[in-house]
């Protein structure tokens, strides 16, 4: 478990217009491109929220301006309270943000770098050898970060960022480029940051891991907000009932996949009970990658 001395949580950790704040929905131009487009959404502290959509949805955009890398061409943003990008400085110390591409010092070992940033951040050493057990790295600590896998890169980078205990971490696809056993590792953990307080705003091409640790999903497209809700929620409203039904004719199995709302499919169905040689009916089971691409009409890659 991490240490008991978590931060507070704030009240309101990530804001983007909503009734109860003081703000315009986010748009984002480049010339005259709009990137994100009158984006409004709220994130509550200790929330676990994915931020989903297809190359081009104006993810990276909006990342850039919650981190203060990028102002807004209108609209409004708080985080913690604070507004964007006039209070930087403020907002700055609160969060941690784990990119998809890391900048460690090659030369020095796993140890050292978090050492350096520790210093940095002015927190005690002793922060950098929690976050390396914590990441399962003690082991590789002393080596140089040159000799590190990607996995073991991107588990220091998210090690190197939880060190100051941040109120907000922002991550882009945390889990890619791990193992099945490192994913697990990190999957916990961010659901024991979400636990403590920590509001955990990340970005992932994996849907597994949308349906198992995320508490809401916004899914964007071409810079609009198509829908957030809980991932349960999104599979209870766009479920569809489905059967896959194989059955033997002239000696070849043969497979069919129905749609139990059709009045014509289920006609369908109940002839191949009835006349055919039923080998198996297995229902179709409606995943979060399903929701994807009904509502963005794009696959996630």
Do not use: W
Not at 213 to 226: E, P, S, T, Y
Not at 284 to 290: A, C, G, I, K, M
């Amino acid at each position: 478990m991490l240490s008991p001395a978590m931060p507070a949580p704030v009240t309101t950790a990530v804001e983007v217009r909503r009734e109860t704040i003081l703000i315009d929905a986010l748009t984002v131009k480049y010339g005259a491109f709009t990137a994100v487009d009158r984006l409004s959404l709220s994130v509550r502290a200790g929330e676990l929220f994915g931020f989903l959509g297809p190359n081009g949805a104006g993810k990276s955009t909006t990342i850039r301006v919650l981190i203060g890398a990028r102002a807004p061409s209108y609209g409004r943003v708080e985080i913690a309270g604070h507004r964007l990008p006039r209070d930087f400085a403020k907002v700055k110390p609160l969060f941690g943000y784990v990119p998809d591409t890391e900048n460690h010092v090659e030369e020095f070992s796993g140890r050292e770098n978090l050492r350096l940033f520790a210093k940095l951040y002015g927190i005690p050493l002793t922060a950098v050898e929690v976050a390396l057990a914590r990441l399962e790295l003690s082991e590789a600590a002393d080596l140089p970060v040159r000799a590190y896998s990607k996995g073991m890169r991107k588990k220091l980078l998210i090690a190197r960022e939880i060190l100051h205990r941040p109120q907000i971490l922002y991550l882009d696809e945390p889990t890619a480029n791990l193992d099945r056993h490192s994913t697990d590792v990190v999957r916990k953990l961010l659901q024991e940051l979400a636990a403590n307080g920590t509001t955990v705003f990340l970005t992932t091409h994996d849907m597994e891991e949308v349906e198992q640790i995320c508490d809401r999903v916004a899914i964007l497209c071409r810079g609009r907000l198509v829908e957030c809700d809980t991932p349960v929620n999104f599979m209870t409203r766009h479920a569809e009932r489905k059967v896959l039904v194989q059955y033997e004719r002239d000696a070849v199995v043969q497979r069919e996949t129905l749609d139990l709302d059709d009045d014509h499919e289920r006609d369908r169905l109940a002839n191949i009970v009835r006349d055919e040689s039923c080998v198996r009916l297995h229902s179709q089971e409606f995943q979060f990658e399903d929701v994807f691409l009904k509502l963005t009409g794009q696959a996630y890659s």
